[in-house]
């Protein structure tokens, strides 16, 4: 396997990006970076970055297109590249750099699998925010049938290439905020395993250069047209989904 460390970014502001940024080249060599149209000059401060770090890459895409659609520009140029694995982490400073070496000892001692990060929120996390996933975790889990999606909005996780790219593949949405969860589904449908991650996760505030591009009625709405599409490819789905069901489900399931 070969894997690459991945940051969409859109308006993050340069210092909190460059930190990110630098905390996660302390922990890995390849990392990519893909500004999405961004508006705040954020890109100088990674680019300041290139002539120290051999394995940074910087990819800009003209107008912001949405998360999705800056992990989907990074899947394709990283398939051409040779990578097999990307570990997606955002920009925002919320995950955190430390488990990075845990994500990728996983994902050697099992390739097959998609390594979901599940949040643990700290007492700053907008209750808002760690209540309303519970509802989408629960449809996830209903359109999978129970395979074993442990949170289908945290963003630090790690793909297979291939199965990334198949689901993009599949539906021509996921391109914005709907992106974290209909790609968990889609690949849960392919049968690619799931292993859950426990993760620590911190929501920054204004003084410490915390920024949110959440929108709570417009990526809301986003979710529930999302889950409706998903309902309806579920029961297309159902008779497959039954029969991996009763042959024991995720295979992964509990994997450490």
Request: aromatic share 8%.
């Amino acid at each position: 396997m070969k894997l690459l460390l991945l940051i969409p970014s859109y308006n993050t502001g340069s210092e909190l990006l460059e930190r990110t940024v630098r905390g996660a080249l302390a922990q890995w060599l390849d990392v990519w970076v893909v500004i999405d149209g961004s508006t705040d000059s954020s890109d100088k401060a990674v680019q300041a970055m290139l002539a120290e770090h051999s394995g940074l890459r910087l990819i800009h895409l003209p107008v912001n297109q949405g998360k999705g659609a800056a992990v989907l520009q990074g899947a394709q140029e990283a398939q051409r590249a040779g990578y097999t694995h990307i570990l997606a982490m955002d920009a925002d400073g919320q995950h955190p750099a430390e488990r990075i070496p845990q994500f990728i000892a996983l994902s050697e001692k099992y390739p097959e699998a998609m390594l979901l990060g599940c949040p643990q929120f700290g007492p700053e996390a907008p209750q808002v925010r760690v209540q309303g996933r519970k509802i989408s975790n629960a449809w996830s889990n209903l359109e999978t049938l129970g395979w074993g999606i442990g949170d289908s909005l945290f963003g630090m996780r790690v793909y297979p290439v291939a199965a990334l790219l198949k689901a993009f593949a599949s539906t021509r949405f996921a391109r914005r905020f709907d992106f974290d969860t209909e790609m968990a589904v889609r690949i849960a449908w392919q049968g690619v395993p799931i292993i859950n991650v426990p993760t620590p996760v911190k929501y920054l505030s204004r003084e410490e250069g915390g920024v949110s591009q959440f929108r709570y009625l417009r990526d809301n709405t986003l979710l529930t047209w999302m889950h409706a599409r998903l309902l309806f490819g579920f029961l297309i789905r159902l008779p497959l989904l039954t029969w991996r069901l009763l042959r024991g489900g995720n295979p992964l399931r509990g994997a450490t």
